[in-house]
């Protein structure tokens, strides 16, 4: 089982390494597609590929995390490293952006962070069982704030106080009650990042949350809440709690004090990392 796990990870960061070398081999296509209002929006190579690294990763997460717990570091690592390069990036962009090549660079940039916070968070486990609980609170702000028009909380100001405070929260909890972080953090982070993905398919607005909440604006930069980002919300919401509960049926013998569990039962998956 433990070579079978490590293979999956390989294959994962190999996976990710091959992705990444992707941005400075490959011009970016771009493929214009009608909407229903008449209007285009455009598909492209990096945004897709981006799209597809979200979805795998966030089902893995939404339904194993618990499971493939050093898949789940790794992750951790990467969805904190890449955020907070793409938010580096997002907040130091110029006034007439990064040219033509913008999209490669966020994705290169971001990948290669996020492989980087992978690897160390695999080396300092501790550290990344911390981060499943801070990205959990991370992702849980932004679907908060994603539920009203410019941000549930307008001002730039309390919208960073929030989601530092969630981010917290979300932090001291994995010493608490670490079964129930690691199972609803990665139900909540899974289910989010699977969404963000298919926006990019099905182009709701819904992913434009993000770009709102992280780029330091006074108010939420024009993001607007339809009928089909409510179909998107609920849709991650939905996803969260069935992600969450299938773990919990899934991994319920580990919630048995150990002195009350038949021999056969086996431990979670992070007390063995």
């Known amino acids: 089982m433990a ?35 008449g209007e285009t929006t455009k598909i492209t190579i ?9 979805m795998v990763a966030g089902f893995l997460f939404a339904f194993f995390g618990h499971k493939f717990f050093r898949i789940t570091l790794f992750l951790s690592g990467f969805y904190v490293f890449s955020t907070l390069a793409w938010i580096a990036l997002k907040n130091a962009e110029p006034a007439a952006g990064y040219g033509s090549n913008a999209q490669w660079i966020y ?37 908060i704030l994603s539920w009203a028009k410019d941000g549930v909380i307008s001002s730039g ?55 709102a ?16 980002v409510y179909g998107m919300l609920a849709g991650t919401l939905a996803m969260m709690v069935v992600g969450a509960c299938f773990q919990y049926y899934k991994h319920r013998g580990s919630f048995v004090p150990k002195t009350h569990r038949p021999h056969h039962q086996a431990t979670p998956s992070y007390q063995h990392v």
């Not at 293979?7 to 091959?18: D, E, K, T």
């Not at 990096?46 to 979200?54: K, P, Q």
């Not at 916070?117 to 801070?134: D, Q, S, T």
């Not at 919208?159 to 929260?169: D, N, P, S």
């Open 3 to 37: 070579s079978l796990r490590s293979r999956g990870l390989a294959f994962m960061a190999f996976l990710l390494c091959f992705l990444a070398t992707t941005v400075f081999a490959a011009p970016d296509i771009t493929v214009t597609v009608p909407t229903d209002l």
């Open 46 to 54: 990096s945004g897709t590929i981006a799209a597809i690294v979200l």
């Open 107 to 143: 994705l290169g940039v971001s990948a290669a962070a996020g492989i980087l916070g992978g690897a160390l968070f695999i080396c300092f486990w501790r550290l990344g069982f911390a981060a499943i609980g801070a990205i959990g609170g991370f992702y849980l702000a932004i679907f």
């Open 157 to 211: 100001v309390g919208r960073t106080i929030f989601i530092v405070a969630c981010v917290i929260i979300g932090i001291v909890l994995t010493f608490f009650i670490e079964r129930h972080v690691v199972i609803l953090g990665t139900a909540i982070v899974g289910s989010g990042s699977f969404f963000v993905g298919l926006d990019n398919f099905v182009n709701t607005g819904f992913a434009g949350a993000f770009t």
């Open 213 to 228: 909440f992280l780029s330091g604006k006074k108010l939420g930069d024009g993001y607007e809440v339809t009928g089909k």
